[in-house]
């Protein structure tokens, strides 16, 4: 696994109502997100490949629906820079993945079904009042971007 991001399989916990999981404890990382979203991604579709400069993400991929979700280590004194992981996510395997600034990352649903993702951003979108720059390399804009999805 690349250096510095963590995957956090989650339980499911069934009775006859559906299900709950826990998705983000304080007592388990030493994390503070700054605010959360949920989006829908249709199938076939790919968000990303981006990564930030100063922001750490903290996805949740439960369903319905999956993805395969890309990590490349972009940081260059990292111990696994240059390294790619591939893991399907979502439905099948339910996980949290905290990735952390300069891992460049990107999904794909998979699902014949739209495909749903929550992430709690440790920094605020275009900041307080949104009145700051993106922080975002968007790799997906780059036709010579080394960081493809398939």
């Given at each position: 696994?690349?250096?510095?991001?963590?995957?956090?399989?989650?339980?499911?916990?069934?009775?006859?109502?559906?299900?709950?999981?826990?998705?983000?404890?304080?007592?388990?990382?030493?994390?503070?997100?700054?605010?959360?979203?949920?989006?829908?991604?249709?199938?076939?579709?790919?968000?990303?490949?981006?990564?930030?400069?100063?922001?750490?993400?903290?996805?949740?991929?439960?369903?319905?629906?999956?993805f395969n979700l890309?990590?490349?280590?972009?940081?260059?004194?990292?111990?696994?820079?240059?390294?790619?992981?591939?893991?399907?996510?979502?439905?099948?395997?339910?996980v949290g993945v905290?990735?952390?600034?300069?891992?460049?990352?990107?999904?794909?649903?998979?699902?014949?079904?739209?495909?749903?993702?929550?992430?709690?951003?440790?920094?605020?979108?275009?900041?307080?009042?949104?009145?700051?720059?993106?922080?975002?390399?968007?790799?997906?804009?780059?036709?010579?971007?080394?960081?493809?999805?398939?």
């Open positions: 696994m690349l250096q510095g991001v963590i995957i956090k399989k989650l339980e499911k916990f069934s009775d006859e109502r559906g299900w709950l999981s826990e998705i983000y404890r304080r007592d388990e990382a030493n994390y503070q997100p700054a605010m959360g979203y949920v989006s829908v991604t249709n199938p076939g579709i790919i968000r990303g490949p981006h990564e930030h400069k100063a922001q750490s993400d903290f996805f949740v991929f439960v369903g319905p629906g999956s890309y990590l490349w280590d972009n940081r260059k004194d990292s111990e696994t820079f240059g390294q790619k992981e591939l893991i399907e996510v979502g439905e099948n395997n339910p905290s990735v952390p600034p300069g891992v460049v990352h990107g999904y794909k649903c998979i699902s014949k079904e739209s495909a749903y993702s929550i992430n709690l951003p440790d920094k605020l979108y275009k900041g307080e009042g949104k009145t700051e720059e993106v922080d975002e390399i968007r790799w997906e804009k780059d036709p010579a971007s080394p960081f493809k999805i398939d």
